[in-house]
């Protein structure tokens, strides 16, 4: 059984279609992330799985349990932390996991030390008891994330989870939501910020106007990217120089080769693993020796608009 499922999921708005048909599957304790930019139908998904939104057509189900048909259930299995931090302004970060953990149905007995716990380990001790209307944006979102560090869902949904926040806060919070699912959780993530994507991606699913285009492992979705592998090459001069470009073309998997001052080159190959073994032992039958080699892989970027035609836009500030 998918932790998620999606059939042929619609979500509408007047004339404008959110959602279109969308087909999308996430296993059991795994982190699926959703990538892309603003508008692409991230966070009507997520607000859809976690029955704030009722789909138009379609089904979604999350543990094998319908949205629509068991609502309530679901909400019992799942958390959220919203993209936009949700907290009454007079509260206090204290006051609103002490509430958020008791509607979770934690023992009251646990409550104090979860919350100090996970206080302390995302920097908030020292703002427990200030009014959430006087915390900073990379506080309120760290309390946000803190619900669900609290809670520990079987299925969690984070929606941009450490926007807002410093690098070292954010590297936080990705240790956190790794450790959710090294503890049996389920993950949904959605982000526009590759660094995050590539940090707790079990796999990605790159969404665009509503429509799932593409799912698989990083690794997976960067070598089907066409010379998507760039490798800067250097060889030292000798008797074969003058053919080894020709050589070097011919390669399976050089989508371009590109000579550069000297004996340098830039080849531009599919999945430069198994490319520049193939190269060293070519020029090692060609008595010509390799002084150099670089290799550099596409980035989630460079999935995006190759599976998109667009470019990601992305929001980090760290």
């Given at each position: 059984?998918?932790?998620?499922?999606?059939?042929?999921?619609?979500?509408?708005?007047?004339?404008?279609?959110?959602?279109?048909?969308?087909?999308?599957?996430?296993?059991?304790?795994?982190?699926?992330?959703?990538?892309?930019?603003?508008?692409?139908?991230?966070?009507?998904?997520?607000m859809t799985l976690a029955t704030v939104l009722k789909p138009t057509s379609g089904t979604a189900k999350v543990m094998g349990v319908d949205v629509v048909k068991s609502p309530t259930k679901v909400?019992?299995?799942?958390?959220?932390?919203?993209?936009?931090?949700?907290?009454?302004?007079?509260?206090?970060?204290?006051?609103?996991?002490?509430?958020?953990?008791?509607?979770?149905?934690?023992?009251?007995?646990?409550?104090?030390?979860?919350?100090?716990?996970?206080?302390?380990?995302?920097?908030?001790?020292?703002?427990?008891?200030?009014?959430?209307?006087?915390?900073?944006?990379?506080?309120?979102?760290?309390?946000?994330?803190?619900?669900?560090?609290?809670?520990?869902?079987?299925?969690?949904?984070?929606?941009?989870?450490?926007?807002?926040?410093?690098?070292?806060?954010?590297?936080?919070?990705?240790?956190?939501?790794?450790?959710?699912?090294?503890?049996?959780?389920?993950?949904?993530?959605?982000?526009?910020?590759?660094?995050?994507?590539?940090?707790?991606?079990?796999?990605?699913?790159?969404?665009?106007?509503?429509?799932?285009?593409?799912?698989?492992?990083?690794?997976?979705?960067?070598?089907?990217?066409?010379?998507?592998?760039?490798?800067?090459?250097?060889?030292?001069?000798?008797?074969n120089s003058a053919e080894i470009e020709k050589d070097l073309v011919k390669i399976p998997g050089t989508a371009k080769l590109t000579p550069m001052d000297g004996n340098k080159y830039k080849a531009?190959?599919?999945?430069?693993?198994?490319?520049?073994?193939?190269?060293?032992?070519?020029?090692?039958?060609?008595?010509?020796?390799?002084?150099?080699?670089?290799?550099?892989?596409?980035?989630?970027?460079?999935?995006?608009?190759?599976?998109?035609?667009?470019?990601?836009?992305?929001?980090?500030?760290?």
């Amino acid at each position: 059984m998918y932790a998620v499922e999606t059939q042929n999921l619609v979500k509408q708005y007047g004339k404008t279609f959110a959602l279109k048909g969308l087909d999308f599957t996430v296993d059991p304790e795994e982190i699926m992330v959703l990538l892309g930019p603003n508008g692409s139908g991230k966070t009507t998904l997520l607000m859809t799985l976690a029955t704030v939104l009722k789909p138009t057509s379609g089904t979604a189900k999350v543990m094998g349990v319908d949205v629509v048909k068991s609502p309530t259930k679901v909400r019992q299995i799942l958390g959220i932390s919203f993209q936009d931090a949700r907290g009454f302004w007079r509260h206090k970060p204290a006051e609103i996991l002490e509430f958020h953990a008791a509607m979770c149905g934690i023992k009251k007995s646990d409550r104090k030390v979860i919350i100090e716990q996970v206080l302390k380990e995302l920097e908030l001790w020292d703002a427990r008891n200030k009014l959430f209307m006087t915390l900073s944006g990379g506080q309120t979102k760290r309390l946000e994330v803190a619900k669900i560090l609290v809670q520990k869902p079987k299925f969690a949904i984070f929606d941009e989870p450490s926007s807002q926040v410093d690098l070292r806060g954010k590297r936080t919070i990705w240790e956190k939501i790794l450790q959710l699912r090294e503890g049996g959780s389920t993950l949904l993530v959605a982000t526009n910020e590759v660094r995050e994507a590539e940090y707790l991606a079990d796999r990605v699913t790159i969404l665009d106007q509503g429509k799932s285009i593409i799912c698989d492992t990083v690794q997976n979705l960067k070598d089907k990217i066409a010379g998507g592998d760039i490798v800067e090459l250097e060889l030292e001069p000798g008797e074969n120089s003058a053919e080894i470009e020709k050589d070097l073309v011919k390669i399976p998997g050089t989508a371009k080769l590109t000579p550069m001052d000297g004996n340098k080159y830039k080849a531009y190959v599919s999945i430069a693993e198994a490319w520049v073994p193939k190269m060293t032992s070519l020029c090692y039958e060609r008595k010509i020796r390799v002084s150099s080699v670089r290799v550099t892989e596409p980035s989630l970027d460079d999935v995006f608009l190759s599976f998109t035609g667009k470019k990601l836009e992305t929001n980090e500030n760290a």
